[in-house]
């Protein structure tokens, strides 16, 4: 008969996992960020409404920042994290079907809800010891360096091998990976 783990080893597993979440989010992130100039410039995109799509974003998420937060105040950290893995799946797919200025900009009104990095501070927040809380969130910023790098190069590979879609899909195909991620390993309340 097998024993369950102790709750140390229990915490640690969620903490892990956390962080291959944010930093698999952030590659599919830095992945966008890497296929979505070529993908404008062969939809006619200027410099100027290159610009406003970026701005566009960033104001997406400047507004559904607060609303993600009280979302995840009130559902926990395991729906906020499953809400933001879910955004970004829809956030890839339609970035895929994106054949026309409009449906590039429709794309980014998912983004409301991709906050993965906040939800799993959340989770790392309330997992970790008050004394080793510090440590605990700063592997976070590790993990948005690995994933800043690994996306952006993934990216640019796999544009320039198969296209911009096939990255699309690749970013959408590891999002659902996160959210099956959270869904298995991410607890509903604290541990």
């Excluded at 993934?154 to 959210?179: H, P, Q």
């Amino acid at each position: 008969m097998a024993m369950d783990p102790p709750p140390a080893a229990k915490v640690k597993k969620v903490l892990y996992v956390t962080y291959l979440i944010a930093a698999l989010d952030v590659t599919w992130l830095f992945l966008q960020f890497s296929i979505t100039p070529y993908l404008a410039r062969r939809l006619g995109f200027d410099t100027l409404w290159f610009g406003y799509l970026q701005t566009t974003v960033g104001v997406i998420q400047l507004l559904g920042g607060p609303v993600f937060g009280r979302f995840a105040d009130v559902f926990g950290a395991r729906a906020a994290l499953s809400l933001s893995c879910l955004a970004s799946v829809i956030y890839f797919l339609l970035l895929a079907a994106a054949d026309s200025a409009l449906l590039l900009f429709l794309h980014k009104l998912p983004a409301v809800f991709m906050h993965a990095l906040p939800g799993s501070q959340m989770v790392v927040t309330d997992l970790s010891e008050n004394n080793k809380r510090a440590d605990a969130l700063a592997k976070l910023g590790l993990c948005f360096g690995i994933g800043m790098i690994t996306g952006s190069s993934l990216g640019g590979t796999l544009s320039t091998r198969f296209g911009e879609k096939f990255a699309a899909y690749v970013a959408c195909g590891g999002s659902v990976i996160n959210l099956l991620l959270v869904l298995k390993f991410i607890p509903k309340q604290r541990l």
